[in-house]
């Protein structure tokens, strides 16, 4: 399988950070994500796995 994600770009998971946000922005991949929420800025890890079921659209960096 291709890989889907790059860094840079901007994705919509299924459910929203607690600040309201559902854009995350892509800083790190590899067998976790390091994802940074468009709303408020925090950061997080997250296994690919997760990454992969909940993202709903990726918004390609330009």
Do not use: Y
């Not at 309201?20 to 709303?39: I, P, Y």
């Amino acid at each position: 399988m291709a890989d889907r994600f790059d860094v840079g770009d901007r994705i919509r998971m299924k459910k929203p950070h607690p600040c309201g946000s559902f854009e995350w922005e892509v800083l790190r991949t590899g067998a976790d994500f390091r994802l940074k929420c468009a709303g408020c800025g925090h950061q997080i890890m997250v296994p690919r796995k997760l990454v992969e079921k909940n993202t709903r659209q990726i918004t390609k960096k330009t």
